[in-house]
């Protein structure tokens, strides 16, 4: 079977030498892989021209439920990919990670519309005033970048490893060429083709090259984006290339890193702890067999306690059962390829020239279910490295597989420096029950690791584990780790756009943004805001309230009401030394107050009120002073209408189509100055339901 590419809206087989390809588990040829032919620079002009401009139409809402109809599609087609992952090696465990930890990015992702306008751009941050008189102000604004994200993926993960990149670049507008590891990439190809019959992604969006991409990078421009996953040696080939540099192409790297876990000195032999330590660890070591960018390499434990965790650890490992993933009771599978262990093979007797192998043995163990002569197996190898800051081979030789190797420590401190001399990690872990130990270790390790896991019996239930990068979190690491950063939720969406900081009147940057900024002209209108539907109200359509004077009888009574009885609002002989001249009103009636003036109280397409965001008293009410409120449309954002499968019973008014507008209420006194300031946000129905 030849492996096909998707470039220019179709798929190519390619031409020239074939990559052969095989089953980890048994050794046959499955497949070939070749790109040549393929035209590098008119893909990415492709994705530029035709993808680029209908992601960039769409506004955050619209990606967001594009990515989750994706998800949708493909978690009802996850049988198909199990069935072909198990070629690669993998463990029913294994593939549930790549498979359908994959899939629960595009879902994470989707969910991040609702932190975005219903905009295809996002305004940054708050508006920086730059003048005294207020009629010149800046903010910052992001759109998507006009290029193509370049996304070159390991061998470990073909799907996760696909899908967890172009959900943030998808959300931000940007269109993709996915280049996968050949060696696996026969697994990737099967579900682009999938996602490319779905036409739920607008063409142009999702290229795929299954061979080598090879030159790929000599036609790279300023707004493109380049990201890689593989080996630090690679990465920083790559990130070398003159045209990168030349162009200031941004280089997102993660690469493989010698992550640690660490045993806390209160974790003994007994403890949950201790037992939470001992699982992670096997599980870290065995789980893809040992191939993840985020496996435990070294474990670090108190040196009174390495002999019970090289017991423990031990007899853990020798239950792990080797072999055909599609046997029962078999818990790791191979390696990807004949060409890993050989690899992991010379690494590991690298590392046995400084230190002691104390588990596992490179040709003798056993392999369920198939013949380890014609399989990518291994046996997990434990070593112990009883002179660490010496032999420091533990902390600069990754065997890309099931091998670690335990290192002592006599305090906190050392067990900090051992986990930085891996000279920057993705992520380590930390298993203490002591809060002291934690903070003291997160404070002086961070600097190091892109992510700490702190776990304890407390969190075990629910805790996703060591290895495991959160779509919501950052995933990225310093130093060997690569420096870079990709997923981390918003943040992540935001590697994708160009920042611009934008200056002008506040009426202008109103219109620019399509968001008031305080300010700007506002227009009145005879019908009441809260009477109209979502469609018809506008940004900076603002409501101007009756007044109300302020009486002493309001603060007593919204203190008996409120059972808020702070000395300021009630006892004026408590004030001396304090910023007030006499009683002041309590901050919530203000804004209760400011409610009952600028709502209007008659049934209309106003459903509820949905939050408060934003919430400032910037200066003292007293009794004798008149209020009145500027309400404002300050924003919108559409929201689909729920959907409900057939037969189940949709709740009250769940049913309607509706949107989120956010009001600016503006508190001002009898001089025209603004005492309270917030952001109210309200349910608003379509007058439109189709």
């Known amino acids: 079977m030849k492996l096909q590419n998707y470039a220019q809206g179709k798929w190519i087989a390619g031409e020239g030498k074939e990559k052969p390809l095989f089953n980890a588990i048994t050794g046959e040829q499955i497949a070939t892989a070749s790109s040549e032919g393929l035209d590098f620079a008119a893909m990415m002009d492709y994705a530029r021209k035709v993808g680029g401009p209908a992601l960039r139409k769409m506004t955050f809402q619209e990606r967001g439920l594009m990515l989750k109809a994706l998800a949708m599609h493909l978690i009802s087609l996850k049988a198909k990919y199990y069935a072909v992952s198990s070629k690669t090696g993998a463990t029913k465990v294994d593939s549930w990670i790549d498979i359908e930890g994959g899939i629960g990015n595009l879902f994470a992702n989707a969910s991040l519309r609702r932190q975005f306008p219903d905009e295809s751009f996002y305004i940054d941050g708050e508006t920086a005033p730059l003048s005294k008189g207020g009629t010149f102000i800046g903010h910052h604004i992001m759109v998507p970048k006009q290029g193509v994200a370049i996304h070159i993926n390991a061998f470990n993960f073909p799907i996760w490893g696909m899908l967890e990149k172009i959900a943030v670049n998808f959300m931000a507008g940007v269109p993709a060429i996915v280049k996968p590891a050949t060696l696996t990439s026969f697994l990737t190809e099967v579900m682009v083709k999938d996602i490319i019959d779905s036409k739920i992604l607008p063409e142009g969006a999702l290229q795929l090259i299954c061979g080598s991409a090879n030159g790929i990078l000599d036609h790279v421009t300023n707004q493109d984006v380049v990201t890689f996953t593989g080996s630090a040696s690679t990465g920083k080939m790559l990130k070398s290339h003159p045209r990168l540099l030349e162009e200031a192409v941004p280089f997102n790297m993660e690469a493989d890193s010698l992550n640690a876990s660490i045993l806390g000195e209160d974790a003994v032999p007994g403890t949950e702890e201790f037992d939470l330590f001992i699982k992670e660890v096997q599980r870290e070591m065995t789980v893809k067999a040992g191939q993840k960018c985020t496996a435990v390499r070294r474990i670090i434990v108190p040196e009174k306690l390495v002999e019970d965790v090289q017991i423990a650890l031990g007899k853990r490992l020798a239950q792990t059962v ?126 190091m690791h892109g992510r700490i896991l702190i776990l304890n019996a407390a969190c075990a239930k629910e805790s996703t584990g060591h290895g495991s990068p959160m779509p919501l979190l950052t995933h990225g690491g310093p130093g060997r780790a690569g420096g870079g950063e990709e997923m981390g939720g918003k943040r992540g969406i935001l590697h994708y756009m160009q920042r611009t900081a934008i200056q002008g009147s506040p009426t202008m940057i109103t219109k620019v943004t399509n968001q008031y900024q305080y300010g700007a002209e506002q227009t009145e209108f005879d019908k009441h805001v809260f009477q109209k539907y979502f469609e018809e109200i506008q940004i900076g359509e603002t409501v101007i309230t009756r007044k109300h004077t302020v009486t002493d009888a309001d603060i007593v009574n919204f203190a008996n009401v409120s059972g808020d009885h702070f000395y300021a609002h009630v006892d004026a002989t408590s004030l001396e030394g304090t910023i007030f001249e006499r009683n002041v009103a309590h901050g919530y009636w203000v804004l209760s107050k400011a409610a009952g003036l600028f709502v209007d109280g008659k049934k209309g397409p106003v459903l509820l009120n949905y939050g408060l965001e934003e919430c400032r008293f910037v200066k003292p009410v007293y009794p004798g002073m008149t209020i009145g409120v500027r309400f404002t449309a300050k924003e919108k954002i559409s929201q689909e209408k729920k959907e409900f499968n057939e037969g189940e019973e949709i709740p009250k008014g769940m049913d309607i189509k509706k949107g989120i507008v956010k009001f600016l209420v503006d508190v001002y006194d009898e001089t025209g100055e603004t005492v309270a300031l917030a952001t109210i946000l309200t349910m608003v129905k379509f007058k439109n339901q189709d």
């Open 322 to 447: 080797i072999g055909n993933p599609e046997v029962e009771g078999v818990r790791m599978g191979s390696l990807a390829g004949l060409e890993q262990v050989k690899e992991v093979r010379e690494k590991v007797e690298q590392l046995s020239k400084t230190q002691k192998m104390v588990f596992g043995n490179l040709d003798n163990y056993e392999v369920v279910g198939a013949d380890k002569n014609k399989g990518a197996f291994m046996s997990p190898i434990l070593f112990i490295n009883d002179n660490p800051f010496v032999n420091t081979d533990c902390h600069n030789i990754e065997a890309f597989g099931p091998v670690s190797t335990i290192i002592p420590y006599k305090n906190l401190d050392e067990a900090i420096e051992l986990a930085k001399m891996g000279k920057g990690s993705l992520v380590c872990s930390i298993v203490t029950n002591d809060d002291k130990i934690a903070k003291e270790f997160v404070l002086g390790a961070a600097c």
